[in-house]
């Protein structure tokens, strides 16, 4: 079994500007980098899990998202690290879907595809929905805006 750390993306990796699709708009926080290759070099598989309202909202394609990611994962391979896998759910509030989080869903299928071991593996975000999602797939979790462990 492997272990793993899932990522929120926006404001715990990159800052958030605001249903960000443009290239020009990734901004990594000054940390990012050495934190993710310490935990890759660790033996962490490092995976994000992202909410992508604004598709769901018609303010930008799922196409720009992908294209934003693509860039995103780029930046991060010329530093050295290796994103296992980005999840995302395209889907606005309102839907009520199965892959928003707070649902476990996509960490559960992270988990089961990629055979990672639970009780070694992390959830790190900066909202409480995060934090909510790791502890449903039984994770523990990490919130980045008040530094709390759970």
Known sequence: MKKAIFFDRDDTLIRDSGYMYKLEDLDFFPET??????????G??????????????????????HKFNSHMIAKLKEQGIEITELAFCPHAPENNCECRKPSPKLINELCEKYKID?????????????????????????????????
């Open 118 to 150: 639970k009780s070694l593996s992390w959830m790190v975000g900066d909202k409480q929905s995060d934090i909510e999602a790791g502890e449903g797939a039984g994770l523990k979790s990490f919130n980045v805006k008040n530094k709390c462990l759970r």
């Open 33 to 42: 980098f050495k934190t993710l290759n310490d935990l890759q070099d660790k």
């Open 44 to 65: 962490y598989l490092l995976f994000i899990v992202t909410n992508q309202s604004g598709i769901g909202r018609g303010m930008y394609s799922e196409n720009d998202m």
